[in-house]
């Protein structure tokens, strides 16, 4: 057999396997290629990246507080949950985005309700969402024990401490604050919606220590028809504010002026029943978590 005839069958043979095999093995490739380097699980996600980005300064006790989702359990036997962002460290203060749930709901429902978990962690904060009880001033501190002790396990910015919630939820965010059931040293941002309290609930209550309020009601609240406004000239009140004159009409927001130092007061109306979520109250939470807090707060007095 001459060696012209075998290079002919070798190069026949070559061309027939490149044509049925060649596809397959371009295939192959793609796949591989796809799977070293396309965007995955080994890639650092945005809400990852955009967390450790929102790290404040490095705590000075040991927290044993870890990464990632955790159910808990007060004290007094409330339960609640606890989310991390991804990239969690105990060396780093976090900020702390507690959600206290509308009446009836569990943590679960609520986290389902607010919708926010997810903008929050990647903003570089710890949320906490707690099961609800029927409202009393047990309910409050119980709640109350929520925020304490999520700040001394995990490690927490005291300057960006948020308490938020809905319809009763925004009834605790208030009260919490007014009935002083937390540390002197957190600098607390209250954003309330839709809560069922009055200006004539709040006479023969003692202003808080200057804090940072954001309050928001329905225009056409079926269950608390004209609450909120006067609640938002207390405060105002509380925080010697200049008086808040004109009531904003729906869609709109009206902020205090000329409030005492390190505090403030917004007010917004909504244009959703009082069921409903809001998406303002989405829309302020995500404002507020954007505000990055000086660096010299310390958590460490919670102790």
């Not at 903008?119 to 929520?146: E, I, N, W």
């Not at 989405?282 to 000086?294: D, P, T």
């Amino acid at each position: 057999m001459s060696q012209r005839f075998v290079r002919q069958i070798f190069m026949r043979d070559v061309s027939y396997y490149i044509k049925r095999v060649g596809p397959w093995l371009i295939l192959a490739g793609l796949i591989v290629s796809a799977f070293l380097f396309w965007p995955g699980r080994d890639s650092p996600s945005p809400e990852a990246s955009a967390a450790g980005d929102r790290r404040g300064d490095e705590c000075t006790q040991v927290r044993t507080g870890a990464a990632g989702r955790h159910v808990m359990t007060t004290q007094r036997g409330l339960g609640y949950v606890v989310i991390t962002p991804t990239d969690y460290s105990a060396k780093y203060r976090y900020g702390l985005l507690v959600l206290f749930p509308p009446a009836g709901y569990s943590r679960h429902a609520a986290e389902r309700f607010y919708r926010i978990t997810q903008r929050a962690t990647a903003a570089g904060y710890v949320v906490a969402l707690s099961d609800a009880l029927p409202l009393s001033s047990h309910a409050m501190r119980a709640q109350a024990d929520v925020v304490n002790e999520v700040a001394k396990r995990w490690c927490i910015d005291a300057a960006r401490v948020v308490l938020a919630g809905h319809s009763d939820g925004g009834l605790m965010a208030q009260g919490t604050v007014i009935k002083s059931y937390l540390p002197a040293t957190m600098t607390v941002h209250v954003v309330s919606s839709a809560a069922g309290i009055q200006q004539q609930d709040l006479a023969i209550e003692h202003c808080p220590s200057p804090r940072r309020v954001t309050l928001l009601h329905p225009a056409h609240d079926e269950r608390f028809p004209g609450y909120g406004w006067g609640v938002a000239q207390w405060w105002a009140k509380c925080f010697a504010c200049m008086p808040m004159m004109n009531e904003p009409s729906a869609g709109q927001c009206i902020e205090a002026q000329a409030c005492a130092v390190s505090s403030s007061v917004r007010f917004c109306k909504t244009s959703v029943s009082h069921a409903q979520y809001p998406p303002e109250l989405g829309e302020q939470l995500h404002q507020v978590m954007q505000r990055r807090a000086g660096s010299s707060s310390r958590i460490d007095a919670v102790d």
